[in-house]
């Protein structure tokens, strides 16, 4: 008996300990401090990249367009009207505007070649990069397009590896170098322009863009079909560089500004109707510089 009671007084002082420590906890209430978790903390996401809205140089790759070809003479390159990298103060370049006169001179590059097409651009941006330019201003596909013959004209499929090939390049060497994509341009509407000009479509007919503008003055079935085909392919050409470049956090495509902007007789050269004169290469320069010193991306 003696030895049951010791073990009852035993087991109701365990009770009563185990009783009170529940009561304890629940009493603390609100005024108790918080229990520490045992949850490891997850580290903070990280910042996206801020964009320098002011890099302190800069190298342009692309065709005649970014050469400033017939801006100045007939059939040739005038590199000084070049909108992405050029001295000329009418053209106020996008190298001027971003690194002035004397900043340009020193710290720009063109690399691009008359007649380049995108498989072209591979190799011009691995003679940029030797110079480790702070910002890349990307300018091709028209050639891609303007070929002898629809046929001949560079599959999307091809335009894409081949761009995707160029960033690669350029990613290899210059993971941060920021990079600037222009639109193709809107090659109908230069054709609609330029076929007004009787001076400019015998210049034409040397073999500027056969595909879009051969025949010029033809508006039959055929003509129009193959006409509106390149315009499609050029789009689809458009709809690849926005893509690829959005998967790049250190690039930035033009939303589609240089084929939306409506050239007229003005911004056109008077040598060949087609490419940009200086009045078009300034404007050029000018859709360059809103999207490079721009807070946000261009949607």
């Known amino acids: ?38 949850t490891a903390a997850r580290p903070s996401p990280k910042p996206t ?8 140089s800069m ?25 992405a990298t050029g001295s000329d103060k009418e053209v106020n370049s996008l ?15 063109n690399y691009a070649v008359t007649g380049a097409r995108m498989a072209d651009l591979p190799g011009q941006m691995a003679q940029a990069v030797t110079e480790k330019p702070a910002l890349v201003a990307v300018m091709a596909g028209a050639n891609d397009a303007c070929r002898a013959s629809v046929s001949a004209m560079t599959s999307v499929a091809e335009f894409r590896a081949d761009f995707e090939d160029a960033l690669g390049t350029l990613r290899a060497t210059l993971p941060k170098t920021q990079v600037y994509v222009s639109s193709v341009p809107d090659l109908k509407r230069l054709w609609s322009e330029g076929r007004t000009n ?5 210049i034409w007919k040397l073999g500027i863009c056969p595909s879009m503008l051969g025949d010029a003055d033809s508006l039959d079935a055929a003509a129009t079909l193959r006409r509106d085909t390149v315009q499609d392919r050029v789009e689809a050409y458009n709809e690849v560089l926005g893509e690829v470049c959005a998967k790049d956090k250190y690039c930035r495509f033009d939303g589609g500004a240089v084929f939306d902007y409506r050239f007229g007789t003005d911004q056109l050269s008077h040598w060949d109707w087609f490419h940009p004169s200086k009045n078009g290469q300034a404007q050029l320069a000018e859709m360059a510089y809103h999207v490079v010193t721009a807070k946000r991306p261009v949607a």
């Open 1 to 38: 008996m003696r030895n049951r009671s010791h073990r009852s007084r035993a087991v109701f002082a365990t009770l009563a300990a185990a009783l009170l420590g529940v009561a304890g906890c629940d009493a603390t209430g609100g005024d108790s401090p918080a229990p520490k978790s045992t």
């Open 198 to 202: 009787p001076v400019g479509k015998q």
């Open 49 to 56: 990249p801020a964009w320098d809205r002011s890099p302190d």
């Open 59 to 83: 190298a342009a790759v692309g065709d005649s367009i970014t050469r400033g070809f017939d801006a100045c003479t007939v059939l040739s390159d005038c590199p000084e009207a070049s909108w």
């Open 95 to 109: 190298a001027v505007r971003l690194l002035g006169t004397a900043g340009a001179a020193e710290r720009s590059w």
